[in-house]
């Protein structure tokens, strides 16, 4: 999901769902970037995310407490996706995405504690999550 931060969602298993509105706002550029990057078009995307993420300690109802039922393990986040859609080097099809995610859900996990050092708690997290990626479309 990304409007967490990595350590956040760690677990044993998840499971995930993703919904998408992509749209295109320029769709017949043809921007030469130094014959390395071909600018074809502008895009965005409306996305809603939602995750279930077993505990460290054990999966999913293995364990009958609340830590492991499936209400404290349920995430999401809603989020805008900018894309610049293009070639690299005129050849393989890529995409320059900046995502920028609000969490919905935020809960202390303690998979990964530091020695010496407090868990973070969601109060002390970023409140937006901003991911970046270029490469294959795919």
């Known amino acids: 999901l990304r409007g967490y931060e990595p350590d956040e969602l760690a677990g044993r298993s998840w499971a995930s769902l993703r919904i998408e509105y992509r749209h295109t706002f320029l769709h017949d550029l043809d921007l030469n970037l130094l014959w390395l990057f071909y600018v074809h078009g502008l895009a965005g995307g409306l996305f809603a995310e939602a995750a279930l993420v077993s505990p460290c300690d054990a999966h999913i109802g293995t364990v009958d407490d609340l830590a492991h039922g499936f209400k ?3 995430f999401g986040d809603v989020g805008y996706s900018l894309r610049v859609l293009g070639d690299f080097f005129g050849v393989s099809q890529s995409v320059f995405n900046v995502d920028v995610a609000v969490p919905l859900v935020r809960r202390e996990r ?4 530091v020695e010496g050092a407090a868990p973070a708690t969601p109060r002390e997290r970023f409140p937006v999550g901003v991911s ?3 490469g294959p479309v795919w």
């Open 72 to 74: 404290r393990n349920v």
């Open 110 to 113: 303690g998979c990964f504690p």
């Open 132 to 134: 970046v990626y270029f």
